[in-house]
Structures are given as C-alpha cells and as structure tokens.
C-alpha cells in the first residue's frame, strides 16, 4: 500500500501564506488522483482542493478556489497546497488523500490513502 505524509503546517496571520506538501512512500503512478481535506473541530471533512496526478485537471472548494493552487511533482511523488491570503476560517487540520483511480473527486469514500494530517491555525 501508500504511505502519505504531510507537513508544513503552522500558525499564521491572517493575510499570511503556507505551502503545504504530501509526500507518498513510493512513486505514485501517473493515473493516481490526490486530494487534500481539512477538519476543523465538531466540522465534518470537507473537500478542499484535487488534481489528476497525469494531467491539468483540478478541482476546488468554492471559498479557497481564487487563493489555494493545488500542484504536483510526480518524479519527488509530491503533492502541493499553495495556500495565500489565509483566513481565520482556513483552521483546520489539513489531510492529504490519494485516490487508486484517475479522476479527482470531492467525496471522501473515493481515496483510499491518507496521511495523519498537519494543523494549520490562522489568526486574526
């Protein structure tokens, strides 16, 4: 199976900037979907960005699609969470999951590994 692991969260300002990475524990293959989640505390997981692992195709939360860039560098098997202009409400504990199929979703249930996650607090 695949490994998933995290990092780069951390306590900001609003305003501020933070890149999140995930890092799989062998090469993820070209056609392996991956999606980042985040929980908040008494929230359910919420979808927050996903990318085609072999192509361009991503997807994102409607509050963050205009300050989050999701990104990819398949040859480190490394996802990214470009995150700017943070807000209060971006608190969370960010997860990353990848997905055995090919097409980016927004559900859960569809990835199939996932990392311990990494906090992210923003102040105001």
């Known amino acids: 199976q695949v490994q998933v692991e995290e990092s780069g969260g951390g306590s900001v300002q609003a305003g501020d900037s933070l890149r999140l990475s995930c890092t799989a524990s062998?090469?993820?293959?070209?056609?392996?979907?991956m999606g980042w989640f985040r929980q908040a505390p008494g929230r359910e997981r919420e979808f927050v960005a996903a990318i085609s692992w072999n192509g361009g195709t991503t997807n994102y939360l409607d509050s963050v699609q205009d300050r989050f860039t999701i990104s990819r560098d398949n040859a480190r098997s490394t996802a990214y969470l470009q995150m700017n202009l943070l807000k209060p409400e971006d608190t969370a504990v960010y997860y990353c999951a990848i997905s055995r199929r090919a097409v980016p979703s927004t559900t859960p249930n569809t990835y199939q590994y996932w990392g311990q996650g990494t906090q992210v607090t923003v102040s105001s």
């Open positions: 062998r090469r993820t293959a070209s056609n392996n979907a």
